[in-house]
């Protein structure tokens, strides 16, 4: 365990040269010396709640309730220092105050009313990387498809004009291919003076 636990006084002493507490750990922590051979003989330390999604890789931050405990840095030896309590909500405590008070430590307790934390997500459920990849294969049989209904298409296309039907004007000077249905006009033919020279265009 990081921290030292006093089942008698309530205490969580804090180690020495510790600035930072994160309460994420810090319930960590607890957790494990509640399912200690010597935690278990006792009532629990603390509750929590929070974390639940809401969704797009927002979570409501968490809270650590503190049942009767506080925290207890180490007294200052000479000119007092400043310790920072961060990642959640620290409420409970004795009469509401989850510290204890030490000689020369201040301390700054980071807390918010309507806490979350946001991670990063791309509204699929997947890390930008998978994400990426994803798009990335998507694009790719994109493109497949794309090529295959265009070759598909050009290869339809040459098998009406040598089967079907086709009309050359009386003067030999144009030819239209028409649709399967023998009906519209799929495309038509100029055809030059010394006929040597076709020139096409779509209807």
């Given amino acids: 365990m990081a921290f030292a636990y006093d089942f008698a006084q309530k205490f969580i002493y804090v180690p020495q ?18 399912a200690s051979e ?13 974390k639940e999604s809401l969704g797009s890789g927002i979570a409501v931050g968490m809270t650590l309730n503190l049942l009767g405990w506080q925290l207890k840095f180490p007294d200052a030896a000479q000119g007092g220092y400043t310790v920072r309590i961060y990642g959640g909500n620290l409420v409970g405590g004795v009469d509401g ?12 307790i980071v ?11 791309t509204g699929s459920g997947l890390s930008a990387e998978q994400d990426q990849l994803l798009r990335n294969a998507v ?11 265009n070759a598909f298409t050009e290869a339809t296309k040459g098998r009406k004009m040598q089967t079907n039907k086709a009309v050359v004007s009386g003067d030999g000077r144009s030819v239209i ?20 020279t076709r020139i096409g265009s779509e209807p």
């Fill in 139 to 149: 694009t790719y049989s994109n493109s497949a498809s794309l090529n295959a209904s």
């Fill in 97 to 108: 105050d989850t510290i204890a008070y030490s000689d020369g430590v201040q301390v700054l």
């Fill in 177 to 196: 291919i028409y649709e399967d249905d023998g009906i519209t006009p799929l495309w038509l033919f100029d055809i030059s003076a010394d006929k040597l």
């Fill in 17 to 34: 040269d510790t600035v930072d507490v994160d309460v994420q750990a810090l319930l960590n922590d607890i957790r494990s010396i509640e």
């Fill in 38 to 50: 010597a935690g278990i003989l006792y009532p629990p330390i603390a509750t929590a709640s929070g």
């Fill in 111 to 121: 807390q918010s009313a309507s806490s979350t934390i946001v991670t990063t997500s």
